[in-house]
């Protein structure tokens, strides 16, 4: 059979379409009839890409990636043939990223990913997830006695602003240091002078080791500031998936949902409630539900979510602060006149809840803690009462000791994380009832140096603490021991 005489070259079909709008950020283009949404598109004659967001049978929509300047009206738009993913590895930690994958630090050393993550994957199904059982320990004495969290869960952090809800997230980061939890923290549309504080003091923490900053500022683009939680969770799922823990932190959602809404009012979307789409549910909704504890044939990982979002007075029956509320396993409420009463962290223990709860306590943290929400919230009530009463029963005023205690023993400094003994060993001494005769003075004596002082005179009784992580009557016994000891030597009582 005679050969032809011309050879044929393969190539590549490709759609491609024609840029007809541009407005904020936002590019309509007619062509393009085969698209899915989050397919990735490419401006010709630039080094822009662009993310489909919405179509209909005359024209695509997509946001620009990046920068608008370059793209002009009847420049050709080329499809590629893949969703909107992120080439992910060991060398993102420690580094500074945007909501496109480009490093933003001053690190020179590329950015090299050895496996693609989708940035709008499906979250894992039933079958693939186990039940929550091991405690996530934040560092913050409040929140992992009276509102646990487990590896896996998902608990919203809510407040009016400035009140410290990013320092609790911050708190949780810097207490993951030695335990192996990758942390991912998502700065979406506050400003830039904010976030180099935070990166300084996770810098300070030494905490940047095993944490990876995705930025998307307030001068970033509308496109970025959407995309930062959803890439954030990409990277988080890398290390969920290879069998690891990991703690993604989203500060804040409120911003993220304004950016939304700016962006489907470009789209001329119909408004709903305040303005927002009809989707903004799901806007969230399948981003928390990528949360979660994975079985052991999927490698055992889990990623756990810290979304933070803001409230306007306290007020959280707003339209996106009610739907977080519901859509999450708990939430802890940052009250501002506590912060302004000086109770650090500012959490309200009335409004705060964890759905997951005691279950995932050791035995030890779960006995100390049994009563201490009953016993705060008892003595919140008798200082109301304290307004229209003078005169107090004995009765009641050893409860106003107690609940004074209680309430010094709960105030922490930002970025100090304190362990699960010390927990254990600070309210098994407020449960036994020998603080309450303690002076101020005295009980910052006493929790600045019996830590130490067990460990140098009870070795073997810390030693079984930490085995067992159970309050046994040896250990009990040693326990109470000590506290004589200490009281005598450090003349206190």
């Given at each position: 059979?005679?050969?032809?005489?011309?050879?044929?070259?393969?190539?590549?079909?490709?759609?491609?379409?024609?840029?007809?709008?541009?407005?904020?950020?936002?590019?309509?283009?007619?062509?393009?009839?085969?698209?899915?949404?989050?397919?990735?598109?490419?401006?010709?004659?630039?080094?822009?890409k662009?993310?489909?967001?919405?179509?209909?049978?005359?024209?695509?929509?997509a946001?620009?990636?990046g920068?608008?300047?370059?793209?002009?009206?009847?420049s050709?738009?080329?499809?590629?043939?893949e969703?909107?993913?992120?080439s992910?590895g060991?060398?993102?930690?420690?580094?500074?990223i945007?909501?496109?994958?480009?490093?933003?630090?001053?690190?020179?050393?590329?950015?090299?990913?050895?496996?693609?993550?989708?940035?709008?994957?499906?979250?894992?199904?039933?079958?693939?997830?186990?039940?929550?059982?091991?405690?996530?320990?934040?560092?913050?004495?409040?929140?992992?006695?009276?509102?646990?969290?487990?590896?896996?869960q998902?608990?919203?952090?809510?407040?009016?602003?400035?009140?410290?809800?990013?320092?609790?997230?911050?708190?949780?980061?810097i207490?993951?240091?030695?335990?192996?939890?990758?942390?991912?923290?998502?700065?979406?549309?506050?400003?830039?002078?904010?976030?180099?504080?935070?990166?300084?003091?996770?810098?300070?923490?030494?905490?940047?080791?095993?944490?990876?900053?995705?930025?998307?500022?307030?001068?970033?683009?509308?496109?970025?500031?959407?995309?930062?939680?959803?890439?954030?969770?990409?990277?988080?799922?890398?290390?969920?998936?290879?069998?690891?823990?990991?703690?993604?932190?989203?500060?804040?959602?409120?911003?993220?949902?304004?950016?939304?809404?700016?962006?489907?009012?470009?789209?001329?979307?119909?408004?709903?409630?305040?303005?927002?789409?009809?989707?903004?549910?799901?806007?969230?909704?399948?981003?928390?539900?990528?949360?979660?504890?994975?079985?052991?044939?999927?490698g055992?990982?889990?990623m756990?979510?810290?979304?933070?979002?803001?409230?306007?007075?306290?007020?959280?029956?707003?339209?996106?602060?009610?739907n977080?509320?519901?859509?999450t396993?708990?939430?802890?409420?940052?009250?501002?006149?506590?912060?302004?009463?000086g109770?650090?962290?500012?959490?309200?223990?009335?409004?705060?809840?964890?759905?997951?709860?005691?279950?995932?306590?050791?035995?030890?943290?779960?006995?100390?803690?049994s009563?201490?929400?009953?016993?705060?919230?008892?003595?919140?009530?008798?200082?109301?009462?304290?307004?229209?009463?003078?005169?107090?029963?004995?009765?009641?005023?050893?409860?106003m000791?107690?609940?004074?205690?209680?309430t010094?023993?709960?105030?922490?400094?930002?970025?100090?994380?304190?362990?699960?003994?010390?927990?254990?060993?600070?309210?098994?001494?407020?449960q036994?009832?020998?603080?309450?005769?303690?002076?101020?003075?005295?009980?910052?004596?006493?929790?600045?140096?019996?830590?130490?002082?067990?460990?140098?005179?009870?070795?073997e009784?810390?030693?079984?603490?930490?085995?067992?992580k159970e309050?046994?009557?040896?250990?009990?016994?040693?326990?109470?021991?000590?506290?004589?000891d200490f009281?005598?030597?450090?003349?206190?009582?």
């Open positions: 059979m005679q050969k032809p005489a011309f050879n044929l070259e393969a190539f590549e079909i490709k759609e491609v379409g024609v840029v007809r709008e541009i407005k904020g950020g936002i590019v309509k283009i007619h062509g393009l009839p085969n698209c899915i949404y989050g397919q990735l598109i490419e401006f010709s004659g630039t080094d822009r662009g993310l489909v967001i919405d179509f209909n049978d005359k024209e695509v929509m946001f620009i990636l920068d608008e300047k370059d793209i002009i009206l009847g050709m738009v080329v499809s590629r043939n969703v909107f993913s992120l992910v060991e060398s993102f930690l420690g580094r500074i945007s909501a496109i994958g480009e490093p933003l630090d001053d690190v020179h050393k590329p950015l090299e990913g050895d496996t693609l993550c989708p940035v709008f994957r499906r979250a894992p199904g039933m079958l693939d997830r186990v039940p929550i059982f091991e405690q996530f320990f934040t560092g913050s004495k409040i929140l992992d006695l009276t509102i646990p969290i487990g590896k896996g998902r608990e919203l952090i809510i407040g009016d602003r400035q009140s410290g809800k990013s320092t609790i997230a911050l708190d949780a980061i207490n993951q240091k030695g335990k192996g939890v990758v942390c991912v923290y998502c700065w979406c549309g506050g400003p830039y002078a904010s976030l180099t504080k935070v990166i300084r003091t996770l810098q300070e923490a030494g905490a940047m080791d095993y944490t990876i900053v995705v930025a998307a500022s307030a001068s970033a683009s509308a496109g970025e500031q959407y995309l930062a939680p959803y890439v954030a969770a990409a990277v988080g799922e890398y290390f969920m998936y290879s069998g690891r823990h990991s703690l993604v932190v989203m500060d804040d959602l409120t911003k993220h949902a304004w950016m939304y809404r700016e962006l489907s009012l470009l789209l001329e979307r119909s408004p709903g409630r305040e303005a927002y789409p009809g989707d903004i549910f799901y806007l969230h909704s399948q981003l928390m539900e990528r949360a979660g504890l994975l079985n052991e044939e999927n055992g990982g889990s756990t979510f810290l979304p933070i979002v803001e409230t306007l007075q306290g007020d959280i029956t707003g339209y996106v602060q009610s977080l509320v519901s859509m396993d708990g939430q802890i409420y940052i009250s501002t006149s506590l912060f302004h009463e109770f650090k962290p500012a959490v309200d223990l009335g409004l705060s809840v964890s759905r997951i709860g005691s279950k995932v306590q050791s035995k030890a943290l779960r006995e100390v803690a009563t201490l929400r009953l016993d705060y919230a008892q003595y919140k009530e008798l200082v109301r009462l304290m307004r229209v009463r003078t005169k107090l029963s004995t009765e009641i005023s050893e409860k000791r107690r609940g004074a205690t209680l010094h023993l709960f105030v922490q400094e930002a970025h100090k994380p304190v362990d699960e003994l010390t927990m254990i060993v600070f309210f098994y001494a407020f036994r009832n020998i603080l309450e005769i303690l002076s101020a003075d005295g009980l910052n004596v006493f929790c600045e140096n019996i830590m130490s002082y067990l460990k140098k005179s009870r070795l009784v810390m030693k079984d603490l930490s085995e067992k309050l046994t009557a040896d250990i009990k016994e040693g326990l109470d021991r000590t506290f004589v009281f005598r030597e450090k003349k206190i009582v």
